[in-house]
């Protein structure tokens, strides 16, 4: 009976780490949002549920000082796991880039659990990683080579989620993300913003010229 029993024990180890190593993302969905009609931006994206990696490519079509593009992040989990995104983002908008802000917000009381950056895994192609705040993540990158109009830069990084059966494993996160355009152009921006406003106030009959 001893000697039946070693490949029952091999076998219900090899089905428990079996179990422990298929932590998966089971459904994904992505969506990039901003205060600009479209189409400000265009955007495609695909996950591969092998590799657990998702893959997006955005291409920002128009800044402003106070632009500010959302993705959203959402899905759902069978266990704890760890994912990698891999973001190509490509500048449109006529104006050079010399830094990246991605604010992560995070989930309020009661609401479904979010993800988390691993700061550790951030690499990309154009910046370095100038800070990171822990308590409201911000992940603020800058520094040459900057990112004139018509180029791309890639970032990668890992995402951690947390299974909470009470929620059947969902998750769902949103990042604010801003370029930064080139202090140069930064005034040019406001006085350009500051000519259509004062053209459409003309225009309505508010100005008497």
Not at 121 to 138: A, C, G
């Amino acid at each position: 009976m001893k000697k039946l029993r070693l490949p029952f024990v091999v076998l219900g180890i090899m089905t428990i780490s079996a179990n422990v190593s298929d932590a998966n993302v089971v459904s994904l969905d992505f969506r990039l949002t901003s205060e600009w009609p479209p189409p400000a931006q265009r955007y495609t994206w695909d996950f591969d549920y092998e590799s657990q990696q998702l893959t997006t490519h955005e291409t920002l079509l128009e800044l402003r000082p106070d632009s500010y593009w959302n993705l959203h992040i959402f899905g759902r989990v069978d266990s704890d796991t760890t994912f990698s995104v891999v973001r190509n983002i490509t500048n449109e908008t006529g104006i050079t880039w010399t830094g990246y802000n991605i604010f992560i917000t995070p989930p309020s009381a009661g609401s479904i659990p979010g993800v988390q950056v691993i700061p550790d895994s951030i690499e990309f192609t154009k910046f370095k990683l100038l800070t990171v705040h822990d308590v409201n993540p911000v992940y603020r990158l800058s520094g040459q080579p900057f990112v004139l109009n018509g180029q791309s830069f890639t970032m990668t990084f890992d995402m951690r989620t947390t299974y909470y059966a009470g929620q059947d494993g969902a998750f769902s996160d949103l990042f604010d993300c801003r370029p930064i355009p080139e202090p140069a152009t930064v005034l040019l921006l406001g006085l350009g913003c500051a000519f259509l406003r004062w053209k459409t106030q003309r225009a309505s009959g508010i100005i008497v010229g």
